[in-house]
């Protein structure tokens, strides 16, 4: 596991609820965003715009950037050049700010494998100033069917236990924007329903997510709008709710060849 607390330690203890934020509709404005490792460009030039309270499904071949783009979301990874705005806040100057409005569920979990489950709830949620912070874990590891492992070390628990509690780390200080990378893996069909609600959920208060996945029959059905990322660039986009499983696999093998 890498270090869990890259995306967190940087951030100051504030209130959970921060008034920041241009007044702006758009949760998230990508433009020219160029990033690459060494000699090697991932993404060339990403444009892409996410309105307050929609979802957004990010498609893409392995390899394609998704999780790059994600991480340059969440400030762990640094753009090369172009502008990212999250409610209205750059990202290269009010990176604080932004890490306060952003929950993420990765691949990794971000979490303290030798301290337990309540203490690493705890931990991040002093990190994010959240207030009544145990009551606020406690609640949570119920949403997440965890209470019982409470005392238990990270390291005791199975990946899909693990992958619970992770959401309730990111969940903590109720982000504005849900950042989630293949939420859909790794779950047993009981976790598939718990992220479902959970989604549901952060979308009935207002909230804004991007996620990616593989699975398209589940990208129409989680989001409003369906991106998809090749050669660097969003090379398609459109409305879920008038798009076709077909067109999708259609479209999807057209701009992945
Ligand atoms: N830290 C890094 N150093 C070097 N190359 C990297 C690094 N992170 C990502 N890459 C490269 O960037 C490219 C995009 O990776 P990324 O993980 O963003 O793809 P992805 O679309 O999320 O793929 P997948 O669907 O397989 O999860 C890959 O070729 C990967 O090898």
């Known amino acids: 596991m890498s270090r869990p607390g890259e995306q967190m330690a940087a951030v100051q203890p504030a209130p959970a609820h921060p008034?920041?934020?241009?007044?702006?509709?758009?949760?998230?404005?990508?433009?020219?965003?160029?990033?690459?490792?060494?000699?090697?460009?991932?993404?060339?030039?990403?444009q892409l715009m996410l309105s307050r309270g929609q979802r957004m499904a990010l498609l893409?071949?392995?390899?394609?950037?998704k999780t790059t783009l994600l991480r340059i979301l969440t400030g762990l990874s640094k753009a090369g050049s172009g502008t990212v705005r999250v409610y209205g806040l750059d990202s290269h100057y009010e990176l604080q700010e932004i890490r306060r409005l952003v929950g993420f569920v990765a691949h990794q979990p971000y979490l303290y494998e030798e301290l337990t489950v309540l203490e690493n709830l705890l931990f991040f949620g002093k990190l994010y100033g959240v207030t009544h912070v145990r009551e606020r874990a406690t609640v949570l590891l119920q949403r997440v069917g965890m209470e019982r492992r409470a005392n238990d070390r990270i390291r005791a628990l199975s990946r899909g236990q693990v992958q619970r509690v992770a959401w309730a780390r990111a969940l903590l200080h109720e982000p504005r924007l849900l950042l989630l990378d293949e939420p859909d893996t790794g779950l047993d069909q009981h976790g598939n329903d718990l992220v479902e609600s959970l989604l549901a959920e952060h979308?009935?208060?207002?909230?804004?997510?991007?996620?990616?996945?593989?699975?398209?029959?589940?990208?129409?059905?989680w989001s409003d709008q369906i991106v998809i990322l090749a050669g660097g660039r969003v090379t398609y986009q459109h409305e879920s709710a008038t798009l076709s499983l077909e067109e999708l696999q259609r479209r999807y093998r057209e701009v992945t060849r």
């Open 19 to 46: 008034d920041v934020g241009a007044p702006t509709a758009l949760a998230i404005e990508i433009s020219n965003l160029k990033k690459g490792f060494g000699l090697k460009p991932v993404l060339r030039n990403v």
């Open 203 to 221: 979308t009935e208060r207002g909230g804004s997510m991007l996620f990616t996945t593989h699975n398209l029959e589940r990208a129409i059905a």
């Open 60 to 65: 893409g071949a392995n390899g394609a950037g």
